[in-house]
């Protein structure tokens, strides 16, 4: 019987634990060790383990290394290919020009990333069901956001997925797990598991815990997951609801953010903790594939993912995030390193910068460089964009202008409704740029084509709105997973 092999790895799972969830950078210096679903249901260490195997999988290459950079950010206006000219990346100079197939590997292999994710949460969720232990609902409540946000980079890439909400014990389940629903379903199932999570989850997160999620992370996740529904009554609940918290605010200086001096700042409301040392547990070549490229001192990696002139020309005249956002070929680097100006690329992502000399640890596959999901900033443009849909362009612009306030900028004084909405639509680009949005902003927003053309790229609408589900896939399934139109 012919089915997906993300599909099978739901049907038997190996829990390989290399780390525990409560993360720091004085990291336990624990072998990796091979344990079954027994050890774990018997020992005071399992349901910790159980998560932890979920969490794990937000490290892989391809559930936010190259493939995810491929399609969520050299697609965009945001950013080129980069590299050398000869390196075409596998498919990224495909993912560049738009010469969009079922074929490209990047593709499937965010399919299969993701649905590996999904296939741990559920396991997690069966079986810390019938665990005992102070902790279980939390337990519970983190793999279900887990799964929401496995989920949900899927939707945002193929639209309607396979729906699995539990582990696959049948064939009648694999038949059945074959088989794509809507993405209306999907959002369904998401905003049900981050429902959930948001009343099991606890409020704070302690130093020791640090990228494990928190009820205020459900909510912001969930913000955004109707934000692009256009439920906006809903989302501004859940806005207003993060800001009155009152903890949580803009840094002050928007460069830290990126910077080790930055993690789990006053800004951060969700990250993934990279561990660096012994075990190293950076996401796997997240900084090298997007690292200078060059030689001797100055190589730091492949130099992929590289800003577009289109967007080094969308800031405004003073606006301090341009420098913080955009390294520059032949300048000298915040702790003191002078880059060559003869690299292949003029500019490269700042925010994937790590130090030599001024941060922990750096190593090309496994920096010590968290990856920022969710933080504050992006709520204030939330409520920015709910409001003014809403009608309110007062508290519209109350919220805007603390963005472009952090930024160095002078407030702006919209003076209608569609003139605010493009005013958010350009500062959720600079502030967001390279935090793997841009795609997904542009096609929720119906602007994808008129941008992307007006730069040459051959983008059509609306097959272009979806990425093709790969031929992998629907091949595996028998034919059973119907590809996306147009491809």
């Not at 336990?28 to 091979?34: H, N, Q, V």
């Not at 050890?39 to 493939?67: M, T």
Request: proline share 4%.
């Amino acid at each position: 019987m012919k089915y997906s092999s993300s599909i099978k790895w739901l049907v038997i799972i190996a829990l390989i634990i290399t780390m525990p969830i409560g993360c720091s950078k004085s990291f336990l210096d624990e072998p990796p060790r091979g344990v079954t679903i027994n050890d774990l249901l018997n020992s005071a260490e399992g349901p910790q383990r159980i998560i932890g195997a979920v969490y794990n999988k937000l490290y892989d290459w391809e559930n936010h290394s190259f493939p995810w950079i491929g399609v969520s950010s050299i697609t965009s206006d945001d950013a080129d290919k980069g590299s050398s000219s000869g390196d075409g990346g596998g498919d990224k100079l495909e993912l560049d020009g738009w010469l969009i197939s079922p074929t490209n590997i990047s593709f499937n292999e965010v399919w299969e990333g993701n649905f590996n994710g999904i296939g741990r949460a559920c396991y997690a969720i069966k079986f810390l069901k019938d665990i005992n232990v102070p902790e279980k609902e939390r337990y519970i409540g983190e793999a279900k956001f887990l799964r929401a946000y496995f989920y949900w980079n899927l939707l945002r890439v193929f639209g309607g997925v396979p729906k699995i909400d539990k582990v696959l014990t049948s064939q009648a389940d694999i038949e059945l797990a074959s088989i794509r629903v809507s993405a209306e379903e999907i959002y369904a199932f998401i905003e049900l598991d981050l429902r959930e999570a948001i009343a099991k989850l606890p409020i704070t997160i302690t130093n020791g815990e640090r990228g494990r999620v928190s009820k205020f992370a459900a909510q912001a996740f969930l913000a955004k997951v109707l934000l692009y529904q256009k439920k906006w009554v809903q989302s501004k609940t859940l806005c207003d609801e993060i800001i009155n918290s009152n903890q949580f605010s803009l840094l002050n200086n928007y460069a830290l953010i990126w910077r080790e001096q930055g993690e789990f700042s006053a800004e951060s409301i969700w990250e993934i903790n990279a561990i660096a040392d012994n075990p190293a547990k950076g996401i796997q070549q997240y900084t090298e594939v997007q690292g200078m490229r060059g030689s001797g001192n100055g190589d730091f990696g492949w130099g992929f993912n590289v800003p577009s002139t289109d967007l080094v020309n969308a800031y405004e005249p003073g606006d301090l995030r341009k420098a913080a956002t955009i390294l520059v070929s032949g300048s000298t680097l915040w702790d003191g390193f002078v880059t060559s100006n003869t690299l292949p690329n003029p500019y490269y992502s700042y925010k994937a910068y790590v130090s030599r000399t001024s941060e922990s640890y750096f190593d090309r596959g496994q920096s010590n460089k968290n990856l920022r999901v969710f933080r504050y900033g992006e709520v204030l443009l939330m409520k920015a964009e709910v409001e003014n849909e809403l009608n309110d362009t007062t508290a519209s612009k109350i919220a805007l202008n603390q963005i472009r306030q952090r930024a160095g900028l002078a407030s702006i004084n919209a003076i209608n409704k569609t003139s605010m909405r493009n005013s958010i639509y350009k500062e959720r680009r600079v502030e967001m740029a390279f935090e793997h949005d841009r795609m997904f902003d542009l096609r929720r927003t119906g602007r994808a084509a008129a941008v992307l053309q007006a730069l040459g790229k051959p983008y059509i609408s609306p097959k272009h709105d979806l990425f093709p589900i790969p031929q992998r896939q629907i091949d595996l399934s028998g034919n059973k997973i119907v590809q996306n139109f147009g491809y």
